[in-house]
């Protein structure tokens, strides 16, 4: 009944940008912390960024800090994440969480996941 969709992937250059968005379904979900996990070949999944319900409060790894933007807008049901200053390294799938507080979605232990959707970035 939840689901969780990515969108917004692709292919850029070094420098670039792009905006992620996760639409969410089946769940109310202005009450729910959303968050932003990688996953690149080879690698164990790792935490991006985080926000809470409300918008009031944030979250980002260091790795992505100043660099990415995490959003939401309760009334469409979406979370975004707008990525700047893309670095190869950024490559991954990105995988959008819902969970009850701030704290269940930055530790990777929230019930719902989306797919995920590619992003790629060349040298």
């Known amino acids: 009944q939840v689901q969780l969709v990515e969108s917004g992937g692709g292919l850029v250059q070094a420098g670039g940008s792009l905006r992620l968005s996760c639409a969410a379904s089946?769940?109310?979900?202005?009450?729910?912390?959303m968050a932003w996990f990688r996953q690149a070949p080879g690698k164990e999944r790792e935490f991006v960024a985080a926000?809470?319900?409300?918008?009031?409060?944030?979250r980002w790894a260091d790795s992505v800090k100043d660099r990415f933007t995490i959003s939401r807008n309760n009334a469409k049901n979406t979370v975004y994440l707008q990525m700047n200053s893309l670095k190869p390294e950024d490559t991954a799938v990105y995988y959008c969480?819902?969970?009850?507080?701030?704290?269940?979605?930055?530790?990777?232990?929230?019930?719902?996941w989306g797919q995920g959707t590619q992003v790629t970035v060349s040298s």
């Open positions: 969480t819902a969970g009850t507080a701030i704290v269940v979605v930055t530790s990777g232990r929230s019930s719902y």
């Open positions: 089946g769940l109310t979900f202005s009450t729910y912390a």
């Open positions: 926000i809470s319900s409300s918008g009031s409060s944030t």
